[in-house]
């Protein structure tokens, strides 16, 4: 396997186990405005921009005839708990290791997420290992047209560190994110811990030719 011109990485639940606590955040904000979401509908948000989202938890509940609010409304009830969240967030096993390694092998690395800059910020404070991606294209980017599952994301990664998209090495856990990587040309390595119950329904809807990973304790450079 020729060594890759670039890492991307995606950071929710693929370098840090944020994917529960946005779940419970989701959960814990529907809930409150009378609709529960089920694990299927929890992966449908995974790795989408909060805007997106909303939108889609809001049309679930026009769909199961609850009293929907505005999506300033959803998000102000959410984001509280998100916050209070997310700090809380520990690294995947083996995220630093792998940063640490790409660090002392000179290859290129862009952290690319559908986080907004702030909500990253929050996230990755406890974590000074992040502080060695230094490129990064967050959801609420200036230069970004469209998120996840869009191709936009990676490309802009790419274009960004100065290599070609199918020179680069993705890594995503959500259908979406794979999705958005497959589809800018890069080489799609999806984190599927076995433990994970959602595991096969990821399966089911990532695109064709991603590389399954276990654990990113499992990544060699080739
Ligand atoms: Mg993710």
Known sequence: MRPPSACLFDLDGLLLDTEPLHARAWQAAA???????????????????????AQQV????????????????????RQPIADALMPAARPMPGARQLVETLVQAEVPMALVTSSSRA???????????LAAITS?????????????????PYLLA????????????AFEDSPAGA??????????????????????????????????L???????LG
């Not at 405005?33 to 997106?52: D, H, I, M, Q």
């Open 31 to 53: 809930a409150h405005f009378g609709l529960e979401l089920a694990a299927g509908r929890l992966l449908a948000l995974r790795g989408r921009r909060r805007l997106e989202c």
């Open 58 to 77: 809001i049309a679930w509940m026009r769909e199961a005839g609850v009293v929907a609010p505005s999506v300033a409304a959803l998000l102000a009830v």
């Open 119 to 129: 909500a990253v910020a929050l996230k990755a404070a406890p974590h000074p290992w």
């Open 136 to 152: 990064r294209v967050h959801g609420d980017d200036p230069e970004l047209a469209a998120g996840k599952p869009e191709p936009d």
């Open 158 to 169: 790419a274009r960004r560190l100065g290599v070609a998209a199918s020179d680069c090495w």
């Open 179 to 212: 999705r958005s990587a497959s589809g800018a040309g890069c080489r799609v390595h999806v984190l599927l811990p076995q433990d994970d119950p959602i595991t096969r329904i990821v399966l089911q809807q990532l695109p064709e030719g991603c590389e399954l």
């Open 214 to 220: 276990q654990s990113l304790e499992a990544v060699t």
